[in-house]
């Protein structure tokens, strides 16, 4: 980030989010995010001052997290879409995310389904680490997996500190006291249970 003031990270920004065609790479980008994020104190009050999302915000700064190496790819453009590097981001073993990464820089389709099938044979999908735990479950565990939507869950992780207690010892106690009272409540179910 040497180099750079607010008034430069913001022209950055300006320059290459509010119009179609980029001119600088992505990594170059995410470092002026990363800066003024520093500068405003957090990616909520530099959402408010551009105009831009903090999930934009926060994808441009996950990018900065990759490997050396696939940052040099980024830089190079030979990866330059920002929903690749931050499904890259993603893969948490970095010997799998350069792989991938020169996978998807060597692909000729840039159609989005492709890119995600690359990537999720690359690395393990959320569902499919669901099954694995499910799977390899002990007779005596019951598991539940419950999706939160992360506003819920940072909700939910405020609570159970003011209890002393972590997210699961949480929800724990709430089902519990739920099915110890005589209480109905209709749910409505999109999928059937498992």
């Given amino acids: 980030m040497n180099g750079l003031d607010e008034k430069k990270a913001?022209?950055?920004?300006?320059?290459n989010t509010k119009r179609k065609k980029r001119t600088a790479d992505l990594i170059t980008i995410a470092n002026s995010f990363e800066y003024l994020t520093k500068t405003y104190s957090s990616p909520k009050l530099l959402s408010k001052k551009i105009g831009l999302s903090e999930e934009i915000i926060r994808e441009f700064r996950k990018i900065l997290n990759l490997a050396a190496e696939v940052k040099d790819m980024?830089?190079?453009?030979?990866?330059?879409?920002?929903?690749?590097?931050?499904r890259l981001s993603k893969i948490r073993d970095e010997k799998i995310q350069i792989e991938?990464?020169?996978?998807?820089?060597?692909?000729?389709?840039?159609d989005i389904r492709d890119i995600e099938r690359i990537i999720s044979t690359m690395s393990m999908s959320i569902e499919d680490s669901k099954r694995s735990?499910?799977?390899e479950k002990l007779k005596a565990l019951h598991l539940f997996i419950i999706d939160f939507e992360e506003s819920d869950y940072e909700n939910i992780k405020k609570r159970a500190k003011d209890h002393n207690k972590s997210p699961a010892e949480l929800i724990k106690d709430v089902m519990l006291n739920w099915l110890n009272s005589n209480n109905e409540i209709n749910v409505k179910?999109?999928?059937?249970i498992v």
């Avoid at 980024?74 to 931050?86: E, N, T």
């Fill in 74 to 86: 980024i830089k190079s453009r030979k990866i330059d879409r920002l929903d690749v590097a931050y």
């Fill in 189 to 192: 179910m999109d999928h059937p």
């Fill in 100 to 110: 991938a990464a020169y996978k998807l820089s060597n692909l000729p389709s840039k």
């Fill in 133 to 135: 735990i499910i799977d």
């Fill in 10 to 15: 913001l022209a950055i920004i300006f320059a």
